[in-house]
Protein backbone atom coordinates (compact mmCIF):
# COMPACT_ATOMS: atom_id res chain seq x y z
CA UNK A 1 0.00 0.00 0.00
CA UNK A 2 2.98 2.80 1.03
CA UNK A 3 4.18 1.90 -2.29
CA UNK A 4 1.49 1.98 -4.65
CA UNK A 5 0.65 5.32 -1.98
CA UNK A 6 4.49 6.72 -3.60
CA UNK A 7 3.42 5.67 -6.95
CA UNK A 8 0.36 7.58 -7.56
CA UNK A 9 1.99 10.60 -6.03
CA UNK A 10 4.79 10.48 -8.09
CA UNK A 11 1.99 10.31 -11.17
CA UNK A 12 0.76 12.97 -9.67
CA UNK A 13 4.45 15.21 -9.36
CA UNK A 14 4.89 13.93 -13.05
CA UNK A 15 1.75 14.93 -14.62
CA UNK A 16 1.40 18.71 -12.73
CA UNK A 17 5.78 18.65 -14.09
CA UNK A 18 4.12 18.18 -16.99
CA UNK A 19 1.16 20.50 -16.91
CA UNK A 20 3.75 23.01 -16.25
CA UNK A 21 5.62 22.77 -19.10
CA UNK A 22 3.08 22.81 -21.40
CA UNK A 23 2.19 25.88 -19.95
CA UNK A 24 5.44 27.61 -20.23
CA UNK A 25 5.58 26.34 -23.93
CA UNK A 26 1.78 27.74 -24.79
CA UNK A 27 3.25 30.98 -22.96
CA UNK A 28 6.07 31.31 -24.60
CA UNK A 29 4.40 30.56 -28.30
CA UNK A 30 1.82 33.13 -27.32
CA UNK A 31 4.89 35.46 -26.65
CA UNK A 32 6.27 34.65 -30.18
CA UNK A 33 3.51 35.52 -31.58
CA UNK A 34 3.27 38.86 -30.15
CA UNK A 35 4.78 41.73 -32.56
CA UNK A 36 7.88 43.31 -30.83
CA UNK A 37 5.81 46.91 -30.59
CA UNK A 38 9.14 48.46 -29.65
CA UNK A 39 10.88 47.22 -33.09
CA UNK A 40 8.10 48.11 -35.11
CA UNK A 41 7.46 51.41 -33.69
CA UNK A 42 11.20 52.36 -34.84
CA UNK A 43 10.57 50.89 -38.02
CA UNK A 44 7.74 53.47 -38.75
CA UNK A 45 9.30 56.14 -37.33
CA UNK A 46 12.50 55.18 -39.93
CA UNK A 47 10.10 54.67 -42.87
CA UNK A 48 8.61 57.85 -42.05
CA UNK A 49 12.21 59.80 -42.30
CA UNK A 50 12.61 57.67 -45.60
CA UNK A 51 9.19 59.60 -47.32
CA UNK A 52 10.21 62.92 -45.11
CA UNK A 53 13.50 62.66 -46.89
CA UNK A 54 12.11 61.73 -50.30
CA UNK A 55 9.87 64.89 -49.95
CA UNK A 56 12.76 67.86 -48.64
CA UNK A 57 15.13 66.08 -51.52
CA UNK A 58 12.85 65.97 -54.38
CA UNK A 59 9.96 68.47 -53.11
CA UNK A 60 11.23 70.93 -50.73
CA UNK A 61 9.02 73.73 -50.79
CA UNK A 62 5.97 72.43 -52.78
CA UNK A 63 2.72 70.47 -51.40
CA UNK A 64 3.49 66.94 -52.45
CA UNK A 65 6.14 64.89 -53.75
CA UNK A 66 5.85 62.93 -56.69
CA UNK A 67 7.79 59.65 -55.33
CA UNK A 68 8.67 57.95 -58.65
CA UNK A 69 9.65 60.96 -61.24
CA UNK A 70 11.37 62.34 -58.03
CA UNK A 71 9.34 65.62 -59.02
CA UNK A 72 6.98 67.68 -57.29
CA UNK A 73 3.30 68.69 -57.14
CA UNK A 74 1.54 71.50 -56.38
CA UNK A 75 -2.58 71.85 -55.56
CA UNK A 76 -2.64 75.43 -56.83
CA UNK A 77 -0.96 78.04 -59.09
CA UNK A 78 1.19 78.41 -55.69
CA UNK A 79 2.02 76.12 -53.13
CA UNK A 80 0.94 76.37 -49.88
CA UNK A 81 3.58 73.73 -47.99
CA UNK A 82 0.80 71.16 -48.09
CA UNK A 83 3.11 68.18 -46.96
CA UNK A 84 4.91 70.23 -44.22
CA UNK A 85 1.80 71.65 -42.33
CA UNK A 86 0.29 68.23 -42.44
CA UNK A 87 3.35 66.81 -41.40
CA UNK A 88 4.79 68.59 -38.40
CA UNK A 89 2.63 67.06 -35.49
CA UNK A 90 3.74 63.59 -36.71
CA UNK A 91 7.26 64.39 -36.34
CA UNK A 92 6.53 65.73 -32.78
CA UNK A 93 4.59 62.68 -31.83
CA UNK A 94 7.46 60.54 -32.87
CA UNK A 95 10.26 62.74 -31.19
CA UNK A 96 11.80 63.57 -34.31
CA UNK A 97 12.74 67.29 -32.45
CA UNK A 98 15.19 68.24 -34.97
CA UNK A 99 13.41 67.81 -38.42
CA UNK A 100 10.43 69.44 -36.36
CA UNK A 101 12.18 72.55 -35.47
CA UNK A 102 13.37 73.12 -38.25
CA UNK A 103 10.12 72.51 -40.30
CA UNK A 104 8.05 74.50 -37.61
CA UNK A 105 10.68 77.27 -38.49
CA UNK A 106 10.00 76.96 -42.63
CA UNK A 107 6.45 76.75 -42.33
CA UNK A 108 6.67 80.14 -40.04
CA UNK A 109 9.27 81.81 -41.97
CA UNK A 110 7.75 81.26 -45.63
CA UNK A 111 3.61 79.81 -45.14
CA UNK A 112 1.62 82.75 -46.41
CA UNK A 113 -2.35 83.24 -47.27
CA UNK A 114 -1.75 86.13 -48.95
CA UNK A 115 -2.67 84.30 -52.49
CA UNK A 116 -4.44 84.86 -55.36
CA UNK A 117 -5.58 81.61 -55.64
CA UNK A 118 -9.06 79.31 -55.27
CA UNK A 119 -8.65 76.44 -52.93
CA UNK A 120 -10.97 73.62 -52.07
CA UNK A 121 -12.14 74.68 -48.48
CA UNK A 122 -12.34 71.23 -47.61
CA UNK A 123 -8.98 70.16 -48.38
CA UNK A 124 -7.75 73.37 -46.73
CA UNK A 125 -9.70 73.27 -43.80
CA UNK A 126 -8.91 69.45 -42.42
CA UNK A 127 -5.23 69.39 -43.21
CA UNK A 128 -3.62 73.20 -43.46
CA UNK A 129 -6.31 74.57 -40.72
CA UNK A 130 -6.48 71.68 -38.58
CA UNK A 131 -2.29 71.23 -38.87
CA UNK A 132 -1.93 74.41 -37.85
CA UNK A 133 -4.01 74.24 -34.61
CA UNK A 134 -2.41 70.91 -33.32
CA UNK A 135 1.12 72.46 -34.03
CA UNK A 136 -0.05 75.77 -31.82
CA UNK A 137 -1.06 73.22 -29.11
CA UNK A 138 1.86 71.10 -29.18
CA UNK A 139 4.23 73.84 -29.58
CA UNK A 140 2.43 77.06 -27.69
CA UNK A 141 3.90 79.11 -30.51
CA UNK A 142 1.08 81.84 -31.49
CA UNK A 143 2.70 82.26 -33.94
CA UNK A 144 0.88 78.86 -35.71
CA UNK A 145 -2.35 80.19 -34.52
CA UNK A 146 -2.16 83.59 -36.04
CA UNK A 147 -1.70 81.87 -39.25
CA UNK A 148 -4.65 79.64 -38.26
CA UNK A 149 -6.33 82.75 -37.76
CA UNK A 150 -5.49 84.52 -40.62
CA UNK A 151 -6.90 81.42 -43.16
CA UNK A 152 -9.75 80.91 -41.23
CA UNK A 153 -10.61 84.34 -41.66
CA UNK A 154 -9.95 83.78 -45.76
CA UNK A 155 -11.76 81.14 -45.77
CA UNK A 156 -15.42 82.01 -44.00
CA UNK A 157 -16.78 83.61 -47.25
CA UNK A 158 -17.74 80.08 -47.96
CA UNK A 159 -20.62 80.43 -45.64
CA UNK A 160 -21.97 83.12 -47.63
CA UNK A 161 -25.04 81.11 -49.26
CA UNK A 162 -28.50 81.15 -48.67
CA UNK A 163 -28.74 78.07 -47.10
CA UNK A 164 -25.41 78.51 -44.83
CA UNK A 165 -23.74 75.24 -46.02
CA UNK A 166 -20.52 76.51 -47.67
CA UNK A 167 -19.54 76.53 -51.33
CA UNK A 168 -16.72 74.30 -52.51
CA UNK A 169 -13.96 77.16 -53.42
CA UNK A 170 -12.91 80.52 -52.50
CA UNK A 171 -10.29 82.60 -53.32
CA UNK A 172 -7.78 83.20 -50.38
CA UNK A 173 -7.46 86.61 -51.46
CA UNK A 174 -10.76 87.88 -53.10
CA UNK A 175 -12.98 86.02 -51.52
CA UNK A 176 -14.78 85.03 -54.60
CA UNK A 177 -16.91 81.58 -54.03
CA UNK A 178 -17.83 78.89 -56.67
CA UNK A 179 -19.04 75.83 -56.88
CA UNK A 180 -22.18 75.21 -55.11
CA UNK A 181 -22.95 71.66 -55.53
CA UNK A 182 -21.45 69.92 -52.63
CA UNK A 183 -21.71 67.18 -50.77
CA UNK A 184 -22.20 66.07 -47.03
CA UNK A 185 -18.31 65.17 -46.47
CA UNK A 186 -17.93 69.04 -47.58
CA UNK A 187 -20.30 70.62 -46.06
CA UNK A 188 -20.21 69.25 -42.72
CA UNK A 189 -16.63 68.45 -41.93
CA UNK A 190 -15.92 71.54 -40.64
CA UNK A 191 -16.86 71.93 -37.48
CA UNK A 192 -13.83 70.27 -35.54
CA UNK A 193 -11.19 73.03 -36.98
CA UNK A 194 -13.88 75.77 -37.31
CA UNK A 195 -14.58 75.31 -33.84
CA UNK A 196 -11.43 74.67 -31.87
CA UNK A 197 -10.32 78.24 -33.75
CA UNK A 198 -12.91 79.79 -32.23
CA UNK A 199 -12.33 78.08 -28.86
CA UNK A 200 -8.65 79.40 -29.52
CA UNK A 201 -9.33 82.94 -30.27
CA UNK A 202 -12.54 83.89 -28.70
CA UNK A 203 -14.27 84.52 -31.27
CA UNK A 204 -17.97 82.64 -32.36
CA UNK A 205 -18.35 83.38 -35.68
CA UNK A 206 -16.07 80.39 -36.69
CA UNK A 207 -17.78 78.12 -34.43
CA UNK A 208 -21.07 79.12 -35.80
CA UNK A 209 -20.56 79.54 -39.18
CA UNK A 210 -19.07 75.76 -38.55
CA UNK A 211 -22.12 74.82 -37.05
CA UNK A 212 -24.88 75.99 -38.81
CA UNK A 213 -23.35 74.06 -41.97
CA UNK A 214 -23.38 70.85 -40.70
CA UNK A 215 -27.41 71.36 -38.64
CA UNK A 216 -28.45 72.60 -42.58
CA UNK A 217 -26.54 69.27 -43.60
CA UNK A 218 -28.84 67.26 -41.13
CA UNK A 219 -31.68 69.50 -41.68
CA UNK A 220 -32.15 68.33 -45.66
CA UNK A 221 -31.89 64.67 -44.46
CA UNK A 222 -34.66 62.27 -45.95
CA UNK A 223 -37.56 61.02 -43.86
CA UNK A 224 -36.02 57.76 -42.99
CA UNK A 225 -32.90 59.80 -42.02
CA UNK A 226 -30.39 59.33 -44.63
CA UNK A 227 -28.44 61.94 -46.75
CA UNK A 228 -27.91 62.09 -50.38
CA UNK A 229 -24.41 62.28 -51.91
CA UNK A 230 -24.71 65.70 -53.62
CA UNK A 231 -26.74 69.01 -52.54
CA UNK A 232 -26.47 71.88 -54.10
CA UNK A 233 -26.26 74.87 -50.96
CA UNK A 234 -28.16 77.45 -52.78
CA UNK A 235 -31.24 75.74 -52.86
CA UNK A 236 -30.62 72.91 -50.32
CA UNK A 237 -31.93 70.27 -53.14
CA UNK A 238 -30.25 67.00 -53.32
CA UNK A 239 -28.64 66.43 -56.50
CA UNK A 240 -27.54 62.49 -55.87
CA UNK A 241 -29.74 60.82 -53.63
CA UNK A 242 -27.50 57.70 -53.23
CA UNK A 243 -26.48 57.17 -49.34
CA UNK A 244 -23.39 55.21 -48.08
CA UNK A 245 -20.83 55.58 -45.56
CA UNK A 246 -17.75 56.48 -48.25
CA UNK A 247 -16.50 59.41 -49.82
CA UNK A 248 -18.33 62.32 -50.36
CA UNK A 249 -20.04 61.66 -46.98
CA UNK A 250 -17.90 59.70 -44.99
CA UNK A 251 -16.51 61.94 -42.29
CA UNK A 252 -20.35 64.17 -42.36
CA UNK A 253 -21.12 61.36 -39.66
CA UNK A 254 -17.43 61.05 -37.90
CA UNK A 255 -17.66 64.67 -37.17
CA UNK A 256 -21.32 64.68 -35.47
CA UNK A 257 -20.17 62.72 -33.14
CA UNK A 258 -16.48 63.53 -32.76
CA UNK A 259 -18.00 67.16 -32.42
CA UNK A 260 -19.98 65.95 -29.60
CA UNK A 261 -17.25 63.89 -27.35
CA UNK A 262 -14.95 67.25 -28.33
CA UNK A 263 -16.71 70.19 -27.43
CA UNK A 264 -19.61 68.60 -25.43
CA UNK A 265 -22.15 70.10 -27.72
CA UNK A 266 -25.72 68.07 -26.90
CA UNK A 267 -26.93 68.91 -30.32
CA UNK A 268 -23.97 67.03 -32.22
CA UNK A 269 -25.06 64.26 -29.50
CA UNK A 270 -28.76 64.23 -30.81
CA UNK A 271 -27.70 64.63 -34.49
CA UNK A 272 -25.30 61.58 -34.36
CA UNK A 273 -28.17 58.93 -31.98
CA UNK A 274 -30.74 59.90 -34.72
CA UNK A 275 -28.11 58.82 -37.87
CA UNK A 276 -26.50 56.15 -36.41
CA UNK A 277 -30.54 53.95 -35.88
CA UNK A 278 -30.54 55.18 -39.80
CA UNK A 279 -27.38 53.99 -40.52
CA UNK A 280 -27.90 50.82 -39.25
CA UNK A 281 -31.32 50.09 -40.42
CA UNK A 282 -31.10 50.56 -43.75
CA UNK A 283 -26.90 50.55 -44.99
CA UNK A 284 -25.82 48.05 -42.96
CA UNK A 285 -25.51 44.87 -44.86
CA UNK A 286 -24.75 40.68 -44.10
CA UNK A 287 -23.24 38.27 -46.45
CA UNK A 288 -22.52 34.56 -44.48
CA UNK A 289 -22.26 36.31 -41.59
CA UNK A 290 -19.97 39.41 -42.44
CA UNK A 291 -20.66 42.32 -41.49
CA UNK A 292 -20.59 45.40 -43.98
CA UNK A 293 -22.41 48.65 -45.21
CA UNK A 294 -23.16 49.19 -48.63
CA UNK A 295 -25.30 51.79 -50.69
CA UNK A 296 -28.98 53.04 -50.68
CA UNK A 297 -31.07 55.26 -51.44
CA UNK A 298 -31.80 57.69 -49.14
CA UNK A 299 -36.04 58.21 -49.68
CA UNK A 300 -36.80 54.69 -50.03
CA UNK A 301 -33.66 52.61 -48.08
CA UNK A 302 -33.94 50.72 -51.11
CA UNK A 303 -30.34 48.64 -51.84
CA UNK A 304 -28.40 50.57 -54.41
CA UNK A 305 -25.03 48.94 -54.56
CA UNK A 306 -22.89 46.42 -52.37
CA UNK A 307 -20.19 48.09 -52.54
CA UNK A 308 -17.86 49.13 -49.73
CA UNK A 309 -14.00 50.29 -49.77
CA UNK A 310 -11.04 51.97 -48.18
CA UNK A 311 -13.24 54.96 -47.08
CA UNK A 312 -15.40 53.10 -45.53
CA UNK A 313 -13.02 51.62 -43.05
CA UNK A 314 -12.86 54.31 -40.95
CA UNK A 315 -16.44 52.92 -39.39
CA UNK A 316 -15.10 50.64 -37.28
CA UNK A 317 -12.77 53.81 -35.50
CA UNK A 318 -16.06 55.42 -35.76
CA UNK A 319 -17.92 52.77 -33.57
CA UNK A 320 -15.74 52.38 -31.28
CA UNK A 321 -15.66 55.73 -30.11
CA UNK A 322 -19.79 55.24 -30.10
CA UNK A 323 -19.09 52.22 -27.67
CA UNK A 324 -20.51 49.99 -29.92
CA UNK A 325 -17.89 47.39 -29.58
CA UNK A 326 -19.53 44.22 -31.54
CA UNK A 327 -19.92 45.88 -34.83
CA UNK A 328 -16.81 47.91 -34.78
CA UNK A 329 -14.88 44.57 -34.37
CA UNK A 330 -17.27 41.84 -36.96
CA UNK A 331 -16.88 45.46 -39.64
CA UNK A 332 -12.77 45.40 -38.72
CA UNK A 333 -13.09 41.85 -39.64
CA UNK A 334 -14.70 43.04 -43.04
CA UNK A 335 -12.30 45.62 -43.58
CA UNK A 336 -9.51 42.91 -42.98
CA UNK A 337 -10.92 40.63 -45.37
CA UNK A 338 -10.87 43.51 -48.30
CA UNK A 339 -7.29 44.07 -47.81
CA UNK A 340 -6.34 40.30 -47.96
CA UNK A 341 -8.55 39.93 -50.68
CA UNK A 342 -5.45 41.00 -53.47
CA UNK A 343 -2.92 41.59 -50.78
CA UNK A 344 -3.70 45.41 -50.20
CA UNK A 345 -6.71 46.83 -49.96
CA UNK A 346 -8.24 48.51 -53.26
CA UNK A 347 -10.43 51.52 -52.97
CA UNK A 348 -13.21 50.00 -54.26
CA UNK A 349 -15.14 46.65 -53.37
CA UNK A 350 -17.96 44.42 -54.17
CA UNK A 351 -18.25 42.28 -51.11
CA UNK A 352 -21.65 40.64 -52.53
CA UNK A 353 -19.83 39.38 -55.63
CA UNK A 354 -16.58 39.17 -53.55
CA UNK A 355 -14.41 41.00 -56.83
CA UNK A 356 -12.60 44.71 -56.72
CA UNK A 357 -14.69 47.21 -58.53
CA UNK A 358 -11.87 50.09 -58.18
CA UNK A 359 -8.31 48.79 -58.00
CA UNK A 360 -6.39 51.83 -56.90
CA UNK A 361 -4.70 52.50 -53.24
CA UNK A 362 -3.88 55.76 -52.83
CA UNK A 363 -1.80 55.05 -49.14
CA UNK A 364 -4.99 55.31 -47.14
CA UNK A 365 -5.39 55.60 -43.46
CA UNK A 366 -8.65 54.48 -42.45
CA UNK A 367 -7.74 50.90 -41.99
CA UNK A 368 -4.78 51.46 -39.83
CA UNK A 369 -7.18 54.13 -37.83
CA UNK A 370 -9.55 51.75 -37.26
CA UNK A 371 -6.85 48.91 -35.60
CA UNK A 372 -5.30 51.27 -33.50
CA UNK A 373 -8.90 52.47 -32.22
CA UNK A 374 -9.87 49.05 -31.47
CA UNK A 375 -6.48 47.84 -29.80
CA UNK A 376 -6.51 51.04 -27.58
CA UNK A 377 -10.56 49.98 -26.39
CA UNK A 378 -9.59 46.25 -26.21
CA UNK A 379 -5.89 45.82 -25.54
CA UNK A 380 -6.68 42.67 -27.80
CA UNK A 381 -3.34 41.17 -29.28
CA UNK A 382 -5.04 40.47 -32.53
CA UNK A 383 -5.01 43.93 -33.71
CA UNK A 384 -1.27 44.14 -33.10
CA UNK A 385 -0.95 41.13 -35.41
CA UNK A 386 -3.38 42.63 -37.79
CA UNK A 387 -1.43 46.18 -37.76
CA UNK A 388 1.97 44.11 -38.36
CA UNK A 389 0.55 42.29 -41.66
CA UNK A 390 -0.79 45.91 -42.66
CA UNK A 391 2.44 47.48 -42.33
CA UNK A 392 4.38 44.74 -43.75
CA UNK A 393 1.87 44.86 -47.01
CA UNK A 394 1.98 49.00 -47.08
CA UNK A 395 6.23 48.38 -47.28
CA UNK A 396 6.29 45.68 -49.32
CA UNK A 397 4.11 47.07 -52.03
CA UNK A 398 4.65 50.88 -51.92
CA UNK A 399 8.37 51.73 -50.91
CA UNK A 400 10.23 53.32 -53.63
CA UNK A 401 13.74 54.97 -53.09
CA UNK A 402 12.70 58.31 -52.79
CA UNK A 403 9.68 57.95 -50.49
CA UNK A 404 5.75 55.61 -50.73
CA UNK A 405 4.12 55.63 -54.23
CA UNK A 406 0.24 54.73 -54.38
CA UNK A 407 -1.12 51.67 -56.72
CA UNK A 408 -2.76 52.27 -59.93
CA UNK A 409 -3.88 48.45 -58.97
CA UNK A 410 -4.04 46.28 -56.28
CA UNK A 411 -3.68 42.98 -57.96
CA UNK A 412 -0.78 44.12 -60.39
CA UNK A 413 0.73 46.03 -57.85
CA UNK A 414 1.73 48.91 -60.23
CA UNK A 415 2.83 52.06 -58.83
CA UNK A 416 1.49 55.75 -59.39
CA UNK A 417 3.53 58.79 -58.76
CA UNK A 418 1.70 60.67 -56.17
CA UNK A 419 2.32 60.72 -52.00
CA UNK A 420 -0.29 62.82 -50.72
CA UNK A 421 0.25 64.58 -47.59
CA UNK A 422 -2.13 62.56 -45.77
CA UNK A 423 0.68 59.50 -45.85
CA UNK A 424 2.96 61.49 -43.61
CA UNK A 425 0.27 63.22 -41.79
CA UNK A 426 -2.39 60.04 -41.07
CA UNK A 427 -1.05 56.95 -42.76
CA UNK A 428 2.33 56.89 -40.56
CA UNK A 429 1.02 58.11 -37.99
CA UNK A 430 -1.68 55.79 -37.27
CA UNK A 431 0.85 53.21 -37.51
CA UNK A 432 3.22 54.66 -35.49
CA UNK A 433 0.33 55.19 -32.54
CA UNK A 434 -0.48 51.67 -33.01
CA UNK A 435 2.91 50.14 -32.00
CA UNK A 436 4.45 53.10 -30.25
CA UNK A 437 4.30 53.10 -25.82
CA UNK A 438 1.08 54.09 -24.78
CA UNK A 439 2.27 57.37 -22.73
CA UNK A 440 2.87 58.59 -26.37
CA UNK A 441 -0.38 60.07 -26.57
CA UNK A 442 -3.71 60.18 -24.59
CA UNK A 443 -6.13 58.29 -26.27
CA UNK A 444 -9.10 59.04 -24.76
CA UNK A 445 -8.33 63.05 -23.66
CA UNK A 446 -8.00 63.65 -27.55
CA UNK A 447 -10.19 63.79 -30.44
CA UNK A 448 -8.60 63.52 -33.84
CA UNK A 449 -9.43 65.56 -37.17
CA UNK A 450 -10.18 63.76 -39.81
CA UNK A 451 -7.01 64.22 -40.85
CA UNK A 452 -5.60 62.52 -37.85
CA UNK A 453 -4.70 66.31 -36.19
CA UNK A 454 -4.79 65.85 -32.51
CA UNK A 455 -7.26 68.12 -30.72
CA UNK A 456 -7.58 68.27 -27.05
CA UNK A 457 -10.49 67.90 -25.28
CA UNK A 458 -12.42 70.96 -24.36
CA UNK A 459 -14.00 71.19 -20.83
Not at 40 to 55: D, I, P, R, S, T
Not at 214 to 226: A, C, F
Not at 401 to 415: C, D, F, I, P, S
Amino acid sequence: MGFAGNESNTRQGLHGFFVCVLLVICASHCLAQQPNRKKLAAEVKAEFLHAWNGYKKHAWGHDDLKPLSKTHHDWYAQPLLMTPVDSLDTMIIMGLKNEADATKQYILDNLSFDKDVEVQNFEITIRILGGLLTSYQLTGDKRFLNLAEDLGNRLLPVFNSPTGMPYRYVNLKTGKIRNPVSNPAETGTLLIEFGTLSKFTGKPVFYDKAKRALVETYNRRSKIGLVGEWINVETGQWTNTDSHISGAIDSYYEYLLKCWLLFRDEDCKRMWEESIVAINKYLQDEREGELWYGHADMNTGGRRATTYGALDAFFPAVLVLSGDLPRAKRLQESSYLMWNHAGIEPEEFDYRAQKITSPRYPLRPEIVESTYYLYQRTRDPHYLRMGEKLWRDFVQHCRTEAGYAALKNVVTKEKADAMQSFVLAETFKYFYLLFSPDETLDFRNVIFNTEAHPIKKFK
